[in-house]
């Protein structure tokens, strides 16, 4: 969290921090800037101190970071990445319209027309410029808009740069 204080700056003002439990944090920006009305994020951990850690890393569990904003106005289209096998997609998959086409891969993406399927390419081109680990992209017309879960960023790479992709990502997926 303390890398993360140089870069917030670019997504909102001040930020307030509540636990959730021993393996999770919430971190909610006030005053978000453009394109976003709201920016939340999650970090969860690896559950390190209990029995079942083992257990939970062989189905994939990892430290994460979850970036969730909501964006001024609803996207155009709407489509959800997913690295395949990760906890990020065991999550998600069952909620998704069973309308959606997908394309599997390393990556899959599960897209509505071919419009979002070129925006989501789109953008994770954009993130993987950025050396962005995606293991979730999701652009909806619901709220969050937007969410992009990685790993724990580099903490050798200014926080800025971060952040910054990220804002890049959202004012992206408006065009």
Same mark, same amino acid.
């Given at each position: 969290?303390?890398?993360?204080?140089?870069?917030?700056?670019?997504?909102?003002?001040?930020? +307030?921090?509540?636990?959730?439990?021993?393996? &999770?944090?919430?971190?909610? =920006?006030?005053?978000?800037?453009?394109?976003?009305?709201?920016?939340?994020?999650?970090?969860?951990?690896?559950?390190?101190?209990?029995?079942?850690?083992?257990? &939970?890393?062989?189905?994939?569990?990892?430290?994460?970071?979850?970036?969730?904003?909501?964006?001024?106005?609803?996207?155009?289209?709407?489509?959800?990445?997913?690295?395949?096998? $990760?906890? $990020?997609?065991?999550?998600?998959?069952?909620? =998704?319209?069973? $309308?959606? +086409?997908? /394309?599997?891969?390393?990556? $899959?993406?599960?897209?509505?027309?071919?419009?979002?399927?070129?925006? &989501?390419?789109?953008?994770?081109?954009?993130?993987?410029?950025?050396?962005?680990?995606?293991? /979730?992209?999701?652009?909806?017309?619901?709220?969050?808009?937007?969410? =992009?879960?990685?790993?724990?960023?580099?903490?050798?790479?200014?926080?800025?740069?971060?952040?910054?992709?990220?804002?890049?990502?959202?004012?992206?997926?408006? /065009?």
């Amino acid at each position: 969290m303390q890398w993360m204080q140089s870069g917030l700056p670019l997504l909102g003002g001040r930020t +307030s921090v509540r636990w959730l439990g021993s393996t &999770a944090v919430e971190m909610v =920006l006030s005053d978000p800037k453009p394109p976003f009305s709201r920016v939340t994020l999650v970090i969860f951990l690896e559950p390190r101190d209990l029995p079942w850690w083992p257990v &939970a890393r062989a189905l994939g569990r990892r430290d994460l970071l979850i970036i969730r904003g909501t964006l001024r106005r609803a996207p155009a289209v709407e489509f959800e990445v997913f690295e395949a096998g $990760s906890w $990020s997609e065991r999550d998600a998959l069952p909620r =998704l319209p069973r $309308s959606w +086409s997908a /394309r599997k891969g390393e990556q $899959s993406v599960h897209y509505d027309g071919t419009t979002a399927l070129e925006r &989501a390419d789109a953008l994770l081109e954009r993130a993987k410029d950025a050396a962005l680990a995606v293991k /979730r992209l999701s652009l909806r017309r619901s709220e969050p808009h937007l969410q =992009l879960h990685v790993p724990l960023p580099d903490r050798q790479r200014p926080a800025h740069e971060f952040f910054e992709a990220f804002h890049l990502l959202a004012e992206f997926a408006l /065009r």
